[in-house]
């Protein structure tokens, strides 16, 4: 073995005879060593080894800057992400000094968990992107200059990031031209509930329905308009509204059919990552932010997969009514052999 700078190298040896004499050649394995530097590559080059989404398959991760961010590719029109579950906090990455800086606890292993709950009810995955670093060291729904605070490993943090939701988001448009986008946090108000994010403030949820018309083209969900039949108000908190299917399936939410506009209580009504990726400006992705209450939804193990069944149902549902998508029909015709 060649021992160099602490890499073991194999060797083999090639007798040639050459009339009275025998010369022996030494040949390192080529593939071996290709191996070997490639290893290194993935070491030395910033952020780590990139693979394109296509050279990865559905359900299995791909990571960036030192695996403080990963990507799990989907394969269905579904992205989640969460920005605010890590737990890494690197002494190299100076602490933020502004801002918010609470962790949405256990929301990392609850897009795990919704995930594998859309799995098992479809037969393929969702795009789920996740940041590992907590959040005193970035805020991955906010802008760079803010979430960053200038610091240079901070900013590739949140470029790796937004660069998995790019990723998705073009592998989303390539298969389906058309899709559901879902950031995923966690409060702590009082109130046992899903709140829902549509970038409508919470007094404007209180409005008539004719003027909460009005407010669609500001609305993260605005594209639904050229595939849904139904209204605007229908699909903010009517009873095929997000609330309304995830209410049906026990869980409640504002706004919903129970639960219109949150009152007097504190509510989020989207961040930085909704109207960035949701169909706001435009475009056939649509989407909204779920804050999660802590208790019966992400305290325990039992409670983030049962939500987990509920939410992977509720999504189902609303992409059909909504999107014209059925994910559950392409599960059985891909079993059928068709």
């Not at 709950?117 to 940041?131: D, E, L, M, N, S």
């Not at 969900?221 to 050229?226: E, P, V, Y």
Request: a positive charge; glycine letters at 10%; one cysteine or more.
């Amino acid at each position: 073995m060649n021992r160099r700078r602490g890499l073991m190298i194999p060797e083999f040896k090639v007798t040639v005879s050459a009339r009275d004499s025998e010369r022996r050649a030494v040949f390192p394995s080529v593939a071996r060593v290709c191996g070997v530097l490639l290893l290194w590559m993935a070491i030395l080059v910033p952020g780590g080894w990139f693979l394109d989404a296509e050279d990865v398959a559905p359900g299995r991760s791909r990571f960036c800057e030192q695996r403080r961010v990963e990507y799990i590719v989907g394969n269905l029109p579904v992205i989640l992400s969460a920005p605010h579950g890590g737990g890494l906090a690197p002494s190299t990455i100076p602490d933020r000094k502004r801002g918010t800086l609470v962790t949405d606890a256990f929301t990392d292993r609850l897009a795990r968990e919704i995930a594998r709950a859309f799995y098992k009810q479809t037969g393929r995955f969702p795009h789920v992107i996740i940041c590992h670093l907590k959040r005193t060291k970035v805020d991955c729904n906010r802008s760079l200059e803010e979430a960053t605070e200038g610091d240079p490993a901070a900013q590739r943090v949140w470029n790796g990031f937004h660069g998995f939701i790019d990723d998705a988001r073009k592998a989303v448009l390539k298969a389906e031209g058309r899709g559901l986008y879902i950031d995923l946090h966690g409060h702590g108000h009082p109130e046992a509930r899903l709140e829902l994010g549509y970038l409508i403030k919470s007094a404007e949820l209180a409005l008539n329905a004719k003027k909460l018309e009005s407010l669609e083209a500001r609305s993260s969900i605005r594209g639904l308009s050229s595939r849904s039949q139904t209204s605007f108000v229908e699909r903010l908190r009517g009873r095929s509204s997000f609330g309304g299917l995830i209410q049906r399936l026990g869980y409640a939410a504002v706004p919903s059919p129970k639960f219109p506009h949150p009152g007097k209580a504190k509510y989020f009504r989207g961040g930085y990552n909704t109207a960035r990726y949701g169909s706001r400006d435009g475009g056939a992705i649509s989407g909204f932010q779920v804050e999660c209450h802590r208790k019966g939804v992400r305290d325990t193990a039992a409670n983030r997969k049962r939500f987990a069944q509920a939410f992977a149902a509720a999504v189902n549902e609303y992409l059909r009514i909504h999107c014209a998508l059925d994910i559950r029909k392409k599960r059985r015709e891909a079993g059928s052999g068709r």
